[in-house]
C-alpha cells in the first residue's frame, strides 16, 4: 500500500507508517499539481511518446508501404484493415479467406423435413 502525506511528519511516526506502507511524502500542506505528481509518479505509467513520433507514421501504412503497391492484394488490404479492429477480427478474417480457398462457405445445409 502507499500513502501520501500531506506536511511534514516526526520521524518515528513516519518509520512507524513505514512498517505498513511506502510513504510518499509531499512537504506543503497544500500542495500544487505539480507536487502532487512529482510525489506519485512512482505510481504512475510511464508516460509513452506518440506512436507518430516514434515510427514516424501509422502501423498500418508502414505495412502496406513494405508490401508495395505490386504485391498489395484484396486479400493483403483485407488482413491489413482488419488488424486495425485486433487479433478477433485478423483470425475472422483469416478463417474466411481460407474457407475460400477450400470451397468451403458458412451456409449450413438443413435437413429437409
Not at 511524502?25 to 505510481?43: F, G, K, W, Y
Not at 508501404?65 to 486495425?84: E, F
Amino acid at each position: 500500500m502507499s500513502l501520501v502525506l500531506l506536511g511534514g511528519v516526526a520521524g518515528s511516526d513516519r518509520i512507524e507508517l513505514e512498517r505498513y506502507a511506502r510513504i510518499l511524502p509531499i512537504e506543503s500542506s497544500s500542495p500544487d499539481t505539480a507536487e502532487i505528481e512529482e510525489a506519485v509518479a512512482v505510481l504512475l505509467p510511464l508516460k509513452l511518446p506518440n506512436a507518430d513520433l516514434v515510427h514516424g507514421s501509422d502501423p498500418v501504412n508502414e505495412v502496406m508501404a513494405v508490401l508495395g503497391p505490386l504485391k498489395t492484394t484484396s486479400d493483403h488490404i483485407a488482413l491489413v484493415k482488419a488488424a486495425a479492429d485486433g487479433t478477433d477480427a485478423v483470425r475472422e478474417t483469416l478463417r474466411r479467406y481460407a474457407n475460400d480457398g477450400a470451397g468451403w462457405t458458412d451456409e449450413v445445409e438443413g435437413d429437409d423435413e
